[in-house]
């Protein structure tokens, strides 16, 4: 079946599969709030980034799957994109008092899940098993799961050196300029148990880009090979939302990345990035000059309101980002 | 020289050695800063138990050089005992919510002293050089230091069997009948580098023992073997605060353990336990009939308010301690 937009039926059982939705950081985690407000906890999986995950102060971080679980969970900070609400730095005063580190910012509230996750690693458990346990604490009914439970961490090539990813996100604030991303640990990745049973069951309806950044969330998750393979063999129709809206990122440092590679900052520069590894296209209004070229692709087009500045408006884009699944051409296979 | 009561000066040089106070608790760390408002910094040592030391949640926790440190730095609770003023525990209420342990009270003020302590041994530094270390960022001028780096744990022998120090003390609350303790590694324990240096230095003046649980806080101490000898020598004046006031602990279990073990709750069955160790005695006003009883024994005793309800007292019990060490008689050798 070739992959022209052919308005069609949605196929018979698609509609029931399982929407595996990719995500990192705050674009991601909004997207997938809106998604789980809209399907079943049986029909929307959430794989999420692992290459900002870091160990500090001897504790393993992953900052991209908190995000997630805040923003599911609704405890999450909506001004600062990370950690929680109504958070507290009593741990982080008295760590600087007696000279340890506190660049990276870890709230009261934040902790438990670290010093908690970090024990269950150390007696053994996977990074699935310990996010699945974290999350049924927050009361999360959705499956959110890392990508990989092996070892994956970007590594920035940039103007001054290669940097691990918090030192150039968190404690370089994204200033240098960046020339290559690498995806360390990648190759020998697996994906992690839930998402090697969901690639295994038959039961994938569709693949969700969140707007998340491509090149600092999303890629280390395209570097699991069974995923990347996944999405060349474009079994199942794959919705991008894109990340940049009216010509700028909506928060964190895609567009200045962007601007580095050699990339337009609009919505042909990230079709550009993602190649035929996506079938539809969900934009934002402000962008609908962009829909033509994409349509001349063969690219299935939507545009909406993409600004998911509260829950309502997260759900509101995510019952367009499944109109827009509706509206696919159905697998390859 | 005999060890009975003689008024003598203080033998010249004397008066100018260090103080080492034996400590462990909310009494020994109350004594503790009693002494360090008296003494100079270059006068006065500060040994603290480590037999309370337990990891937790994977991090390294030390009860007693905690509250020793807390104390000294003002930044104590002095209704609890334990931990920090001004405390707050939102990591402790996150902890709970997704299933971790809480049984062992962590405040997040405190969490900072023990993830920062969990990071320098992991790196390879030594429980001294860690616990100077965080003194120093309190603020404190005065050497405290753990009787031992190496690794000693209390363990008590129960009508329910043989319990680790912290399950047996926070988890059971001291319910079980304790039966005999043990002092697992004392054995092969090394004075801590800060304590060697001080024994063989020559200038030890005289050895405090602090109101502490004689069980549980002093006895873990003078099982190290090398501190063990330094008190059956004899070679420096020994004094005892006596824990027990009016027939009761003014804090803790020790009564309780006194009864269990059969010994009369009073200053005569602290006096019994100690033996021949203890030179000096400083015991409450409240238990003057024993003075005679412990003068009969050969002992130096003088009588004081031993309630040390605030600094300021703490400051005139230790000023009461000092003039009592100028009335021993001089070291035997």
């Known amino acids: 079946m070739d992959r022209a937009e052919t308005p069609s039926p949605p196929a018979e059982g698609r509609a029931h599969g399982v929407v595996l939705a990719l995500a990192g950081g705050v674009g991601g985690a909004r997207m997938a709030q809106g998604l789980a407000r809209v399907l079943a906890p049986g029909d929307l999986a959430i794989a999420v980034n692992v290459g900002d995950d870091f160990s500090h102060l001897g504790l393993s971080i992953c900052p991209d799957l908190d995000t997630v679980m805040y923003t599911l969970a609704g405890v999450h900070n909506p001004l600062t994109g990370w950690g929680r609400a109504d958070e507290t730095w009593n741990f982080l005063e008295t760590l600087g008092r007696i000279g340890g580190e506190t660049w990276f910012r870890l709230g009261d509230h934040d902790l438990a899940v670290h010093v908690e996750r970090t024990r269950r690693l150390r007696e053994g458990e996977s990074l699935s098993t310990a996010t699945a346990a974290l999350c049924a604490g927050f009361g999360i009914a959705h499956a959110v799961f890392p990508v990989t439970d092996d070892t994956l961490r970007t590594r920035i090539d940039t103007d001054i050196g290669v940097l691990d990813f918090q030192d150039y996100f968190v404690r370089r604030q994204c200033a240098p300029v960046a020339r290559a991303f690498h995806y360390s640990g990648a190759d020998r990745a697996r994906p992690s148990p839930p998402l090697a049973d969901l690639l295994g069951s038959g039961r994938l309806r569709a693949i969700v880009l969140c707007p998340s950044n491509p090149w600092l969330s999303l890629a280390p998750m395209f570097a699991v090979p069974a995923l990347g393979a996944l999405l ?63 349509r001349e692709q063969g690219r299935t087009v939507a545009l909406a309101d993409t600004l998911m500045t509260d829950a309502a408006r997260s759900e509101a884009l995510a019952r367009e980002v499944l109109a827009l699944l509706d509206r696919m051409p159905g697998p390859a296979v």
């Open 232 to 294: 060349d063999a474009r079994r199942v129709p794959v919705v991008a939302v894109s990340p940049i809206v009216g010509g700028a990122a909506v928060k964190g440092p895609a567009g200045k990345i962007m601007r580095e590679l050699g990339l337009s900052v609009d919505v042909s520069g990230i079709a550009q990035h993602y190649g035929d590894r996506v079938d539809g296209w969900m934009i934002d209004e402000r962008d609908a000059r962009h829909a033509a070229n994409l």
